[in-house]
């Protein structure tokens, strides 16, 4: 007997692996779980993963995005955030949904775009992974050839940037290489824990204008 989509049950903090799905059940499965659900797809060479996030995974992906917002409204680049929007490409056989995505140094070619198509649009310049219910898996971004991505583990912030089709880590971000971004953003993460989202916010703008400032003198 075969099991029907809806009878899977994914509880919070776990994940779902379902081998031997191909491209055209990939998409079916997508259509039919919606936009409206908490759950998060990955899909990479018939592997298919189904992913239900914990409330800490949800608040850290929410205050490191601000964070990344406040960093670019600071420095003023233009920029377009697309949050968890699916990202596939058939010719690469891969989807992933990121936690949180942002168009920078590409934002201009996609801006207004109300759907995105891999196959002739580019993919987001930086996408952000919250890896406390599960250990994101590099290969579908490699194959979608998204530039830099950060993970965030609950402790640490690891960048990592693609070089020749493969990730390599790295203590320094490629879109803001004079900002010491593994260090702050896990810093100011903590203190949005104590003295509140929006003091932090606040604290961490501040912060950002007198590093550009000191750069100047």
């Known amino acids: 007997m075969l099991l029907e989509l809806n009878q899977l049950i994914v509880k919070a903090g776990h994940q779902l692996l379902i081998k031997d799905v191909s491209w055209s059940a990939y998409k079916r499965i997508l259509a039919e779980l919606g936009d409206n659900r908490s759950s998060r797809i990955a899909y990479s060479q018939g592997v298919l993963e189904i992913i239900a996030p914990l409330p800490e995974h949800e608040v850290a992906k929410v205050i490191i995005g601000d ?25 690469m ?20 775009k109300d759907r995105i198509n891999l196959e002739i649009d580019l993919p987001p310049d930086l996408a952000l992974e919250i890896d406390i219910t599960s250990r994101t898996r590099f290969n579908n971004y490699q194959a979608l050839r998204v530039p830099e991505l950060w993970r965030w583990d609950g402790n640490r912030l690891q960048i990592n940037v693609l070089f020749n ?43 950002i204008i007198e590093q550009v400032s000191s750069s100047l003198i």
């Open 165 to 207: 089709g493969q990730y390599v880590e790295s203590n320094i971000s490629s879109i803001f290489p004079n900002l010491s971004i593994c260090q702050v953003i896990p810093e100011y993460l903590m203190l949005s824990k104590i003295n509140g989202i929006n003091a932090t916010m606040k604290a961490f703008s501040a912060w």
């Open 93 to 112: 056989d891969a989807g992933t949904e990121p936690d949180d995505c942002f168009y920078i140094q590409n934002e201009a070619r996609i801006r207004g």
């Open 67 to 91: 964070l990344v917002k406040v960093l670019l409204e600071e420095l003023d680049l233009e920029f377009w955030s697309l949050g968890s929007t699916t990202f596939d490409k058939e010719s």
